[in-house]
C-alpha cells in the first residue's frame, strides 16, 4: 500500500502561483494530479511517468502548469503559474504502478487532497 501525502494548497489571487508537493511512501510507477471542484466531476490535470519522464497534460492547463518530480525521493510537484478563478477547486495527488492514463479509476493511491482558491 502506499500512502501520498500532499502539501501547499492555499489562497492566491487571480495571477499568481502556487507549488503543490506531493510524497510517496512506496514505488510508484506514475504520478498525477487530479482536481475536483463543488459539484463537479473530478478531473485529470497532468501526470509523469517516471520511465522517460514522460508527461501530460489537461488542455485547461497547458502552458501554465508544470509536473516535475523527484523518482529517487518518490516526489512529484505541480508548478502552477497564472492561476484562474476557474482553478479553484481540491486537488489530489495520485499514483498507480501502470501506465500514464487520464482517468481516475486508472489510479490506485490517492492523497487526502489540498484546497487550491484563486480569487478574482
Known amino acids: 500500500q502506499v500512502q501520498l501525502v500532499e502539501s501547499g494548497g492555499g489562497l492566491v489571487q487571480a495571477g499568481g502561483s502556487l507549488r503543490l508537493s506531493c510524497a510517496a511512501s512506496g514505488r510508484t510507477s506514475v504520478m498525477g494530479w487530479f482536481r475536483q471542484a463543488p459539484g463537479k466531476q473530478r478531473e485529470f490535470v497532468g501526470a509523469?511517468?517516471?520511465?522517460?519522464?514522460?508527461?501530460s497534460y489537461a488542455d485547461s492547463v497547458k502552458g501554465r502548469f508544470t509536473i516535475s518530480g523527484d523518482n529517487a525521493k518518490i516526489t512529484v510537484f505541480l508548478q502552477m503559474n497564472s492561476l484562474k478563478p476557474e482553478d479553484t477547486a481540491v486537488y489530489y495527488c495520485a499514483a498507480n504502478l501502470g501506465i500514464l492514463m487520464k482517468s481516475a479509476p486508472a489510479y490506485d493511491y490517492w492523497g487526502q487532497g489540498t484546497q487550491v482558491t484563486v480569487s478574482s
Open positions: 509523469i511517468k517516471w520511465s522517460g519522464s514522460y508527461t
